[in-house]
């Protein structure tokens, strides 16, 4: 069943409800995360994806599982991917004909 509404990206996601309920600068986080303000930024601002790696470092830092960040992103590329727009030119792939 397609979504219609787009899923928050994990980074929004964190920044709201970990780092603005426990009043944590990005600055602060980023040094508990062990990256650098510069990616967290990027993360948290939604311009770079959750990676494997990131995903990690919020589950060892929050103390949730790795899945959670996982599967946040996917359902967000899920929906960008069903809601991106198409060339003219996609054709249905034939069937295979067994001789």
Known sequence: ?????KPSHPGEFFKFTIL???NISITDA??????SRKALSE???GKAKCSHAMARR???S???GVSIWI???AKLDTWEAE???????????PDYKVA
């Open 83 to 93: 809601n991106m727009p198409l060339p003219d030119n996609i054709q249905p792939i």
């Open 58 to 60: 919020l589950s060892e």
């Open 62 to 64: 929050t103390g949730t």
């Open 1 to 5: 069943m397609k979504q219609t509404r």
């Open 43 to 45: 993360f948290i601002n």
């Open 20 to 22: 603005d309920e426990r």
């Open 71 to 73: 599967n946040m992103q």
């Open 30 to 35: 980023a040094t508990y995360l062990g990256v």
